[in-house]
């Protein structure tokens, strides 16, 4: 396993992560940006080729993260043989999200969800572990989180656990539930997937 790491200060570092689907035929790449605090930006891009639950599809996103490590920025596009989507949000210091889909601006506080996950794309799962430093100090967070379906970017609140299951100096494992699934995620030690079992792993 390969990682392109630049830092030019201790406050902000950057580095280039990949993945491959395990069951799914797929691989995800993407540019993070850690800064001071939980500050963090990711810009990545996601193919997957037709399979039994998909059809062939791309899909790119940029996301951005406040001090607090909640998500204040998200911008996802997917492509398909037969559409192009795109959708924004932002979200305000009273907890509303403006979301559009290049018709307008929509408001909604998604039962109150500080968390964004996009559907097939590992490195949303870094977001809530970091934002609770579940892979440093052992804990539970149960939170609202807004889903993103790919590629058909339809929206959804789902429920979701993360559990500290240990914690090292390079690598945890945090288990991670929704209803009907579990798995243990394996991180390093910024809370980025290194193998999330059945799904992806870092290459």
Sequence with gaps: MQEQVNSTATARRQKMVTW???????????????????????????????????????????????????????????????????????????GFWLYDRGQGPQRDEFQGAAEVDVQFCVLFNTLPIRRHQLHREAGEATMPVLWVSLPELELNVVHQTYRTVSTGERESVVNFSWPGFTADITVCEDAVVLDYPGISARI
Excluded: C, M, W
């Design 20 to 94: 491959r689907g395990h069951d799914l035929p797929s691989l995800e790449s993407a540019r993070l940006v850690l800064a001071e605090g939980l500050r963090f930006r990711g810009l990545g891009r996601l193919v997957v080729a037709a399979n039994a639950e998909t059809e062939a599809f791309s899909a790119s996103y940029e996301v951005g993260v406040n001090e607090s490590g909640e998500v204040k920025r998200l911008l996802v596009r997917s492509t398909t043989a037969e559409h192009e989507r795109q959708i924004s949000f932002s979200r305000s210091h009273d």
